[in-house]
């Protein structure tokens, strides 16, 4: 079992910059690859980036390339999404989920989501 705990959302104005964190209790946190993922009202769920296993291969929504940035920190059993130049776009819920093995396969576990609003 994984436990999931998303941080760090918050309201934001255009431009601006929040890091979302994800941290995991449980154990097998190394087995597994970390997605964020958002949902805006209205809307259906996007993945926006995954990270590796391992943390060598991370990939990103066109939505979000050259903005957004993933990162795990194994001995912290925390994954990090560093987001640059928010735009009102960016609004949802963000939720992390643990997929085994690779970022290809379904989330097996997921966060209760964090909310982020970019508004001026």
């Known amino acids: 079992q994984l436990q999931l705990v998303e941080s760090g959302g918050g309201l934001v104005q255009p431009g601006g910059s929040l890091r979302l964190s994800c941290a995991a209790s449980g154990v097998m946190w190394n087995f597994f690859a970390i997605g964020w993922f958002r949902q805006a009202p209205g809307k259906e769920r996007e993945r926006v980036s995954c990270?590796?296993?391992?943390?060598?291969?991370?990939n990103y929504a066109d939505s979000v390339k050259g903005r957004f940035t993933i990162s795990r920190d194994n001995a912290k059993n925390t994954v990090y999404l560093q987001m640059n130049s928010l735009t009102p776009e960016d609004t949802g819920v963000y939720y992390c989920a643990a997929s085994r093995g690779s970022c290809s396969n379904p989330g097996a576990y997921w966060g209760q989501g964090t909310q982020v609003t970019v508004s001026s």
């Open positions: 990270i590796s296993v391992g943390g060598s291969s991370t």
